[in-house]
């Protein structure tokens, strides 16, 4: 099992950034693909991101491509998600989640760690 806490969430204005951090605590960070979610109120979890355990292969949704950077450091067991040019749609709980697997992750059903989330509003 992985333990994953988030921060960085808050409240921007459309066009502003945010970058979101997790912190990886339990088993080896390094053999895990990570990937960030979000969900807003009524509606279903929607996959952000995902990056695989070497960091050289990123994925990422058509609604978010080119805004949205998701990063990780294996040292300091983390994962980033860098968010610019925010959109009002963008608001939602994002979550963080770790995948036991060096494969390409991009459903929620095959993360099983999780983290608790955070919150970031955009506004308009």
């Known amino acids: 099992q992985v333990q994953l806490v988030e921060s960085g969430g808050g409240l921007v204005q459309a066009g502003g950034s945010l970058r979101l951090s997790c912190a990886a605590s339990?088993?080896?960070?390094?053999?895990?693909?990570m990937g960030w979610f979000r969900q807003a109120p009524g509606k279903e979890r929607e996959f952000v991101a995902a990056?695989?355990?070497?960091?050289?292969?990123?994925y990422y949704p058509d609604s978010v491509k080119g805004r949205f950077t998701i990063s990780r450091d294996n040292a300091k067991n983390t994962v980033y998600l860098q968010m610019n040019s925010l959109k009002p749609e963008d608001t939602a709980v994002y979550y963080c989640a770790a995948a036991a697997t060096i494969r390409k992750v991009t459903t929620a059903l095959e993360y099983a760690n999780w983290g608790q989330g955070t919150q970031v509003t955009v506004s308009s």
């Open positions: 339990g088993r080896t960070f390094s053999y895990y693909t």
């Open positions: 990056i695989r355990w070497s960091g050289g292969s990123t």
